[in-house]
């Protein structure tokens, strides 16, 4: 398998490095258009749970990718998934949003008569299930059982635009999501005044060979495991199905992360991001990331994967793939090839070599993971990881044809037209012959 990527294009440039270290101009999400076009939505406020759903930049592409121009964020649920009745489902990033008004249970209150399954009256935080902390112990994250939250913050939906068909305007509604054990989680901290994190899917949405759709998301820092009721400190990776057109979807999945030191390490965050994808023999490929700097303060970590061979019903023992994996995206071409592209540091490629994805392609290094702090505008003596590395390294695939994908990613080091480096986003084209 020959893996050809081709010299990058820039789509947008933001502010330099030195400016703002880490938020703003990052996360490209693309996203194929029903005529044709490619939209690139790209991050630009802080990367926290108060700013996931603030107002994205907006980019297309009419010619696959070889120039881009922006588009106003209205653009945003044309970019949803096509069902069969020719409406469009998308999924909009939330922000998280404060619940200090609500009173909260002391932690002394817990007796042994204390109830930790009764539901919470409104206006009051039950005892959690769970804590962890992040950054040392300056973050707080309180884990709730949603079923123990009172009604308004125990709802089990995703909120939705819907375009329907033959019409332009989108409507917002909520579907309903099928998730046992659904855990809330709650920052408390000087920069979090006990903000309620949002749900909502992580990963691409995809129609299986069944005719279903499928998405992936992930657990809160903290969850309730649904096999055996107890709390984990670490993240577990969900995998939903909706066999009704994204109106209702159920937990087909569901990937706790078994920390034992050595297979699974403890300096872990457990499995977060995470993609999935149909294989030409029929089976199904599961990929995991596991870093999470807040928990462990390493911003790498293995990154895993798991075969299913009964559509997803069961999977196998995940198994170290990479020595990194931060935010694995999986893409099918027509040709039957499927691409992997994961990073920090460093960014990737692998193409499988057989029809089950048990085999692989040597990686393909798009962006080195060596020390690129020397491509600073101002010369830095002892980087940090992010100065050093030089990227956001959350790259994303979209398939352009049966042999080619264009792959999306930052750069924080790349000049403009006066030589001054700047946080920009790219893209290439990646494409695989025999």
């Not at 962890?132 to 949603?146: D, F, Q, R, V």
């Not at 670490?234 to 909706?242: H, I, N, Q, V």
Request: proline content about 7%; overall charge negative; glycine content about 8%.
């Amino acid at each position: 398998m020959k893996i050809t990527v081709s010299k990058e294009q820039l789509i947008v440039q933001g502010m330099t490095p030195e400016e703002n270290p880490w938020g703003a101009y990052q996360f490209p999400h693309p996203y194929r258009l029903a005529d044709g076009r490619i939209a690139v939505a790209v991050h630009v406020e802080a990367d926290d749970i108060k700013s996931f759903g603030k107002e994205n930049r907006w980019f297309v592409s009419s010619d696959n990718g070889e120039t881009f121009s922006e588009t106003d964020s209205s653009i945003d649920a044309w970019c949803g998934t096509l069902l069969a009745n020719g409406d469009l489902l998308y999924f909009p990033p939330e922000s998280g949003f404060s619940v200090s008004s609500y009173r909260e249970e002391k932690f002394a209150n817990r007796t042994l008569g204390y109830d930790m399954k009764k539901r919470a009256g409104e206006g009051t935080l039950p005892l959690p299930d769970g804590v962890t902390a992040w950054w040392g112990g300056s973050t707080t994250i309180k884990a709730y059982n949603a079923d123990r939250l009172p009604p308004s913050l125990a709802e089990k939906v995703w909120n939705a635009k819907l375009i329907k068909k033959g019409e332009s305007a989108a409507q917002k509604i909520k579907v309903n999501v099928n998730w046992p054990s659904l855990t809330r989680v709650v920052f408390s901290s000087r920069e979090f005044d006990n903000i309620l994190k949002p749900i909502f899917p992580r990963g691409p949405v995809k129609r299986g060979p069944d005719g279903a759709l499928w998405v992936t998301t992930f657990s809160g820092e903290g969850h309730i495991n649904p096999a055996n009721g107890q709390y984990s400190p670490y993240y577990s990776a969900e995998l939903f199905r909706s066999d009704d057109e994204g109106m209702n979807w159920d937990m087909h999945a569901h990937m706790e992360y078994p920390a034992d030191g050595n297979e699974y390490p403890y300096l872990s965050g457990g499995f977060s991001d995470s993609d999935i994808e149909f294989m030409p023999d029929g089976s199904m490929v599961w990929f995991f990331r596991s870093a999470w700097y807040g928990s462990t303060t390493y911003e790498w970590a293995p990154m895993y994967m798991s075969r299913s061979t009964d559509m997803g019903r069961s999977w196998s023992k995940p198994q170290k793939f990479a020595f990194t994996g931060i935010l694995p995206r999986l893409c099918r071409l027509g040709c039957g090839t499927t691409l992997i592209c994961y990073a920090r540091p460093g960014i990737f490629i692998q193409a499988t070599l057989d029809d089950s994805g048990t085999k692989w392609s040597d990686p393909v290094v798009v962006m080195t993971p060596e020390d690129r702090s020397h491509l600073a505008n101002v010369k830095i003596e002892n980087p940090t990881f992010h100065e050093w590395d030089g990227a956001c390294n959350n790259p994303e695939l979209l398939a352009l044809d049966d042999h080619t994908a264009m792959l999306f990613y930052s750069d924080f080091y790349y000049p403009d037209a006066h030589g001054t480096k700047r946080k920009s986003i790219l893209c290439r084209k990646i494409t695989v012959s025999e």
